[in-house]
């Protein structure tokens, strides 16, 4: 994978540590957000170079998350090749979390209620049937399942196996 190192070193006009942080935390995004947009007004870099800034990072960054050496050349500016390795450490979890997985869409939230139905005999004897209603955010789009209270048992004792697997793997 070809880096351009020289285009790291327009991260020198950045105002801070925190602004250089913010740069390689979402040099990969499209479209660019706007706040990377104000930083590279501010920084005075003209649209082609910051493309190929924002390139290079994400090379980087994916270097980096693949535990490839970065092979920083011999002679780069020594602080900051030293900041974009901190950063990239700080930031590796954060990496994880929002990568997207291949074939599978992104896990975004939940809602849920608790709905409380009556039988269709008079109110005062008819049995109640609590269910659960439960709003999945995945992927963009927004799944609705309606559960009984012997379904939420179900689910919680099957998350709670993939959870004792989760933590014993991690464990190793």
């Known amino acids: 994978m070809d880096i351009d190192y020289n285009s790291f070193l327009h991260l020198l006009k950045a105002s801070s540590k925190?602004?250089?942080?913010?740069?390689?935390?979402l040099a990969a995004r499209v479209p660019r957000p706007r706040v990377l947009l104000d930083m590279q007004a501010a920084m005075e870099i003209n649209d082609h170079e910051f493309t190929v800034l924002l390139q290079n990072l994400t090379k980087l960054q994916m270097l980096?998350?693949?535990?490839?050496?970065?092979?920083?050349?011999?002679?780069?500016?020594?602080?900051?090749?030293?900041?974009?390795?901190n950063i990239l450490e700080e930031l590796k979890d954060v990496f994880v979390?929002?990568?997207?997985?291949?074939?599978l869409p992104k896990y975004e939230g939940i809602d849920w209620r608790i709905d409380v139905r009556?039988?269709?005999?008079?109110?005062?004897?008819?049995?109640?049937?609590?269910?659960?209603?439960?709003?999945?955010k995945i992927g963009g789009k927004k799944e609705v399942v309606e559960l009984s209270k012997e379904r939420v048992h179900g689910l919680l004792?099957?998350?709670?196996?993939?959870?004792?697997?989760?933590?014993s793997l991690a464990d190793n």
């Not at 925190?18 to 935390?25: L, N, S």
């Not at 004792?157 to 933590?167: A, I, S």
């Open 118 to 136: 009556t039988g269709n005999s008079s109110v005062e004897k008819a049995p109640k049937m609590p269910k659960a209603v439960i709003e999945f």
């Open 97 to 103: 979390k929002e990568s997207p997985q291949p074939g």
């Open 64 to 85: 980096f998350m693949r535990n490839k050496s970065l092979d920083f050349p011999e002679g780069f500016h020594s602080n900051l090749q030293s900041l974009l390795e």
């Open 157 to 167: 004792d099957v998350l709670g196996k993939v959870k004792e697997q989760l933590d």
């Open 18 to 25: 925190g602004q250089v942080k913010t740069i390689v935390r």
